[in-house]
């Protein structure tokens, strides 16, 4: 399985992106996906993740409000709109992807995208 991130780029505060992230060949139902990120010189942080099948969703606090993970079965597209940007948003996303909810939560699963750098200026 891989996974091809797309859609970083340079925000001001309070602007918006959407990443995206395409995984190759078909996405079960059962498969859960998930965004997370890291900043420079810090450990990578859980962002999001969705059950594909059911759509159930599951966000950090940090984003909670902000940032919304969706999926479009159609397209076998994960997507992660992110609203309102601060500048302690700037890190390289990653989605990942994974049969298992606690283990994409807790940053475990097999598989993991190329990253995709998101700067936000002050």
């Known amino acids: 399985v891989q996974l091809q991130a797309s859609g970083g780029g340079l925000v001001q505060a309070g602007g918006s992106l959407r990443l995206s992230c395409a995984p190759s060949g078909r996405t079960f139902s059962s498969a859960v996906m998930g965004w997370f990120r890291q900043a420079p010189d810090k450990e990578r942080e859980y962002v999001a993740a969705i059950r594909w099948g059911t759509g159930r969703t599951y966000y950090a606090d940090s984003v909670k409000g902000r940032f919304t993970i969706s999926r479009s079965t159609a397209d076998n597209l994960l997507y992660l709109q992110m609203n309102n940007l601060k500048p302690e948003d700037t890190a390289i996303y990653y989605c990942?992807?994974?049969?298992?909810?606690?283990?994409?939560?807790?940053?475990?699963?097999?598989?993991w995208g190329q990253g995709t750098l998101v700067t936000v200026s002050s």
């Open positions: 990942t992807k994974d049969s298992d909810w606690a283990t994409v939560v807790s940053g475990r699963a097999d598989y």
